[in-house]
Protein backbone atom coordinates (compact mmCIF):
# COMPACT_ATOMS: atom_id res chain seq x y z
CA UNK A 1 0.00 0.00 0.00
CA UNK A 2 1.20 3.31 -1.15
CA UNK A 3 1.50 6.43 1.51
CA UNK A 4 -1.16 8.18 -0.28
CA UNK A 5 -3.58 5.06 -0.08
CA UNK A 6 -2.89 4.89 3.51
CA UNK A 7 -3.82 8.47 4.14
CA UNK A 8 -6.53 8.04 2.14
CA UNK A 9 -7.99 5.18 4.23
CA UNK A 10 -6.94 6.58 7.19
CA UNK A 11 -9.10 9.99 6.18
CA UNK A 12 -11.99 7.93 5.58
CA UNK A 13 -12.31 5.47 8.69
CA UNK A 14 -11.91 9.03 10.63
CA UNK A 15 -14.76 10.40 8.28
CA UNK A 16 -16.43 7.08 9.05
CA UNK A 17 -16.20 7.57 12.74
CA UNK A 18 -17.22 11.34 13.00
CA UNK A 19 -20.61 10.36 10.88
CA UNK A 20 -21.36 7.75 13.65
CA UNK A 21 -20.78 10.20 16.31
CA UNK A 22 -22.73 12.94 14.67
CA UNK A 23 -25.43 10.53 14.10
CA UNK A 24 -25.85 9.72 17.51
CA UNK A 25 -26.04 12.92 18.38
CA UNK A 26 -28.72 13.64 16.47
CA UNK A 27 -30.48 10.40 17.23
CA UNK A 28 -30.41 11.98 21.03
CA UNK A 29 -31.36 15.16 20.72
CA UNK A 30 -34.71 13.99 18.56
CA UNK A 31 -35.66 11.38 21.30
CA UNK A 32 -35.07 14.12 23.98
CA UNK A 33 -36.94 16.78 21.86
CA UNK A 34 -39.84 14.20 21.80
CA UNK A 35 -39.29 12.55 25.09
CA UNK A 36 -39.42 16.03 27.13
CA UNK A 37 -41.56 18.38 24.84
CA UNK A 38 -38.28 20.43 24.54
CA UNK A 39 -38.14 23.42 21.87
CA UNK A 40 -35.11 24.23 19.45
CA UNK A 41 -33.99 26.54 21.30
CA UNK A 42 -33.51 24.25 24.58
CA UNK A 43 -32.18 21.47 22.40
CA UNK A 44 -30.10 23.68 20.62
CA UNK A 45 -28.51 24.44 24.44
CA UNK A 46 -28.14 20.91 25.49
CA UNK A 47 -26.69 20.13 22.08
CA UNK A 48 -23.70 22.55 23.21
CA UNK A 49 -23.84 22.28 26.93
CA UNK A 50 -22.90 18.42 26.41
CA UNK A 51 -23.69 16.21 23.24
CA UNK A 52 -21.01 18.68 21.25
CA UNK A 53 -18.13 17.07 23.39
CA UNK A 54 -19.17 14.24 24.03
CA UNK A 55 -17.71 10.62 23.31
CA UNK A 56 -19.45 7.73 21.75
CA UNK A 57 -19.76 5.76 25.26
CA UNK A 58 -20.78 9.00 26.90
CA UNK A 59 -23.59 9.47 23.86
CA UNK A 60 -24.68 5.78 24.74
CA UNK A 61 -24.79 5.78 28.07
CA UNK A 62 -27.16 9.14 28.13
CA UNK A 63 -29.43 7.09 25.46
CA UNK A 64 -29.82 4.42 28.30
CA UNK A 65 -30.18 6.92 30.44
CA UNK A 66 -33.54 8.76 28.80
CA UNK A 67 -35.02 5.62 28.94
CA UNK A 68 -36.05 5.95 32.88
CA UNK A 69 -35.30 9.70 32.96
CA UNK A 70 -37.96 12.04 34.47
CA UNK A 71 -36.27 15.36 33.16
CA UNK A 72 -34.00 15.91 30.82
CA UNK A 73 -31.42 17.39 33.35
CA UNK A 74 -32.04 13.68 34.53
CA UNK A 75 -30.05 12.38 31.26
CA UNK A 76 -26.78 14.22 31.89
CA UNK A 77 -26.39 13.63 35.86
CA UNK A 78 -23.43 11.97 37.28
Sequence with gaps: ???AEQLRREGLETGRKEGLLEG???LLLRQLGH???LSEEELA???RAHLDAA???L???WGTRLLD???A???FEE
Design 1 to 3: MTA
Design 24 to 26: ERR
Design 35 to 37: RFS
Design 45 to 47: ELR
Design 55 to 57: TVE
Design 59 to 61: LDA
Design 69 to 71: AKT
Design 73 to 75: SEV
